[in-house]
């Protein structure tokens, strides 16, 4: 039985790593990070100790594959490393801080980037909703992180994102594309991009 959710379990990796994001150890850990995306298990090593360290007992593995909530943590840790590069203040939204329903899920970080003309970051999100695997979701996703840290101000929230993750891979894609849908394409508040940047 498991103690912890994938949430629980990747707030607090991400406590222990949001702590100070400007340190040169976590400068070299989120390195790390974005270095170990598409590579082989060898060459991600470097960020297994602390990975590895950090994710309870109940989601570890014991054979040569991931498990779904090591895949999971990872995927969201790497996601969150592409984000927080060259950024100063910490890009995760933590619901306790940010106020319950800030960023529910990444649909509504997302809808950050549907200013002016939306049509291609609507592909790009559409594209996403209907990749064919884990593997492909993950792939658009890390495209629009990079699209937002590049052009809004907006947060994520990663732990929210790891548990999406994990129940996408466990059978709940169709409920997962809907709640982040719902979030992306609703109507755009008038001012909302400035309330956006505020919410750093």
């Known amino acids: 039985m498991r103690t912890k959710t994938v949430y629980e ?7 222990t790593i949001s702590g100070d994001v400007q340190s040169s150890s976590t400068k070299a850990l989120l390195a790390n990070l974005r270095q170990s995306i598409n590579s082989e298990s060898n060459l991600a090593a470097g960020v297994f100790p602390f990975v590895f360290a950090n994710i309870p007992d109940e989601f570890l593995g014991e054979t040569g594959e991931f498990t779904v909530a090591e895949r999971s943590i990872l995927s969201a840790l790497q996601l969150y490393a592409l984000h927080q590069q060259a950024k100063e203040q910490c890009v995760h939204a933590e619901r306790a801080s940010e106020g319950a329903g800030a960023w529910d899920n990444v649909g509504v970080s997302l809808r950050a980037l549907r200013v002016g003309d939306s049509q291609s970051v609507d592909r790009r999100f559409n594209a996403m909703l209907t990749a064919a695997n884990f593997s492909e979701l993950v792939t658009h996703l890390r495209h629009l992180i990079k699209l937002l840290r590049s052009r809004t101000k907006a947060k ?14 466990m059978g709940q894609q169709g409920s997962i594309r809907l709640k982040w849908s719902r979030a992306y394409y609703r109507p755009l508040k008038e001012q909302e991009g400035e309330e956006s940047d505020e919410k750093q």
Do not use: N, S, T
């Open 156 to 169: 994520v929230d990663y732990a929210q994102l790891a548990e999406d993750l994990y129940w996408f891979q």
């Open 9 to 15: 379990a990747m707030a607090g990796i991400l406590r």
